[in-house]
């Protein structure tokens, strides 16, 4: 497999079967994500870790590269616009694929599976959006959460935040009856948090994928195959107990 960087003109053999992979940058796999999303990606020391920066560091390292993450916007991500802007070559944000992110960049195969859950201030008894009508829920915006609170949140007043931090101190201080967003980073907020709780999960069947300018095959393939190998040698399991602090149950394999 070539290796190039855009702009470029040198190459570099991977050793692989002889297909080209463009990258932004010579040696780096540039991520685009969208800051913060603790545990998939969350800026501790001076350093951004988490879920899916390991998982697309396994993608760097077989690439012979190492990984730069850029932190921008979810919608510029969603859209495809700083794929398309060769801003970086991988969209990696606890992504959910959907129809129409899917018309607009190419996924990776599923590696993560999730659904939206509800987090309230502790002993508040909210666990339905019927039981949030005229009260506040608190939405990030351009999510599959934002969308789902506006089709089955009827007489629920959304209040639309830009990032999840945001969201979840609006629900900590009250500013908002509650919050929905993907149940993996709620159950990490409130480890942390006991004063708050999750009181439903609404079983929406949501994967996440990494996301590649469309088009971008060799990219796209590449991350394919690392995943399956990770996932069928054990370091996908270790990652995710790394940051979930259990193996993977319902995770698909």
């Known amino acids: 497999m070539?290796?190039?960087?855009?702009?470029?003109?040198?190459?570099?053999?991977?050793?692989?079967?002889?297909?080209?992979?463009?990258?932004?940058?010579?040696?780096?796999?540039?991520?685009?994500?969208?800051?913060?999303?603790?545990?998939?990606?969350?800026?501790?020391?001076?350093?951004?870790?988490?879920?899916?920066?390991?998982?697309?560091?396994?993608?760097?390292?077989?690439?012979?590269?190492?990984?730069?993450?850029?932190?921008?916007?979810?919608?510029?991500?969603?859209?495809?616009?700083?794929?398309?802007?060769?801003?970086?070559?991988?969209?990696?944000?606890?992504?959910?694929?959907?129809?129409?992110?899917d018309e607009n960049l190419d996924f990776s195969k599923p590696y993560f599976e999730a659904t939206q859950a509800l987090i309230t201030k502790k002993g508040k008894g909210y666990k339905t959006l019927a039981d949030l009508k005229g009260k506040k829920l608190g939405v990030q915006q351009s999510t599959t959460g934002a969308e789902y609170a506006k089709e089955k949140g009827k007489?629920?007043?959304?209040?639309?935040?830009?990032?999840?931090?945001?969201?979840?101190?609006?629900?900590?201080?009250?500013?908002?009856?509650?919050?929905?967003?993907?149940?993996?980073?709620?159950?990490?907020?409130?480890?942390?948090?006991?004063?708050?709780?999750?009181?439903a999960e609404f079983d929406t069947g949501e994967q996440y994928g990494l996301g590649v300018r469309t088009g971008n095959d060799a990219l796209r393939k590449k991350i394919n195959s690392v995943l399956a190998k990770a996932k069928s040698d054990g370091r996908y399991d270790k990652i995710y107990k790394k940051w979930f602090g259990k193996a993977p149950e319902g995770q698909d394999k």
């Not at 079967?17 to 969208?34: A, F, N, P, R, Y």
């Not at 020391?45 to 396994?58: N, P, R, W």
């Open 2 to 101: 070539l290796l190039t960087a855009t702009a470029c003109t040198s190459t570099e053999n991977n050793g692989g079967d002889g297909s080209e992979i463009s990258l932004v940058k010579s040696g780096k796999l540039t991520t685009c994500t969208h800051l913060p999303y603790e545990p998939f990606q969350v800026k501790k020391g001076g350093k951004i870790v988490g879920f899916d920066v390991d998982i697309v560091d396994l993608v760097a390292k077989d690439l012979d590269a190492e990984q730069e993450i850029v932190d921008t916007p979810f919608e510029g991500i969603q859209t495809g616009e700083d794929l398309n802007a060769n801003k970086c070559d991988v969209a990696a944000a606890g992504m959910t694929i959907t129809d129409v992110r």
């Open 155 to 199: 007489g629920v007043e959304r209040v639309q935040f830009e990032d999840l931090a945001l969201l979840l101190t609006a629900v900590k201080t009250g500013q908002v009856d509650a919050g929905i967003n993907d149940n993996g980073v709620l159950y990490d907020y409130v480890k942390g948090n006991p004063d708050t709780e999750v009181t």
